[in-house]
């Protein structure tokens, strides 16, 4: 078993930043993919940003250019430098785990999220 935990999130106005950051524990990959997710009331789940243990990054369209992801100098452990934060960012963010996948897009392990909040 993984268990994955998340720590960062709180409220901002509308262009201030936030960190999030995640780490995986337990029975961890050698070769791994994580990611962030976020999901805003009334909405579906959406991707905002993975990478893997290879060093390889995506994001998605209404994030790219304001958000960073990276990884710590411990495997298994996964940040999200979030700035020019716009309202509709709003969300509680959650952090994912899993073994390495074409495209970072299975993931076995979910953190129990965090809320980020930005107003305008």
């Known amino acids: 078993q993984v268990q994955v935990a998340e720590s960062g999130g709180g409220s901002v106005q509308a262009g201030g930043s936030l960190r999030l950051s995640c780490a995986a524990s337990?029975?961890?990959?050698?070769?791994?993919?994580m990611g962030w997710f976020r999901q805003a009331p009334g909405k579906e789940r959406e991707r905002v940003a993975t990478?893997?243990?290879?060093?390889?990054?995506w994001y998605a369209d209404p994030v790219k250019a304001r958000f960073t992801v990276s990884q710590g100098n411990a495997k298994n452990t996964l940040y999200l430098q979030m700035d020019s934060l716009k309202p509709e960012d709003t969300a509680v963010y959650y952090c994912?785990?899993?073994?390495?996948?074409?495209?970072?897009?299975?993931?076995?392990?979910w953190g129990q999220g965090t809320q980020v909040t930005v107003s305008s």
């Open positions: 994912a785990y899993g073994w390495i996948s074409a495209g970072c897009l299975k993931y076995n392990y």
């Open positions: 337990g029975d961890t990959y050698a070769m791994y993919c």
């Open positions: 990478a893997n243990s290879g060093g390889n990054t």
